[in-house]
């Protein structure tokens, strides 16, 4: 939402909302969740970040 507030109103008619049932939420975010235990897996990260 901070993104979309700090386009000009003319940007704002462009912008398409996109609704999304909830399984879907929780898909992505198992996904997300995967790949974040991944990276960090690796080790590329230091800790205190």
Known sequence: MLAISKLNMNEK????????YYTEVL????????ANESINKLG???VSL
Do not use: C, S
Request: net charge positive.
């Open 13 to 20: 008619k462009h912008i398409k909302n996109k609704y999304w």
């Open 27 to 34: 898909e992505v975010h198992e996904a997300l969740q995967k």
């Open 44 to 46: 590329l990260v230091p």
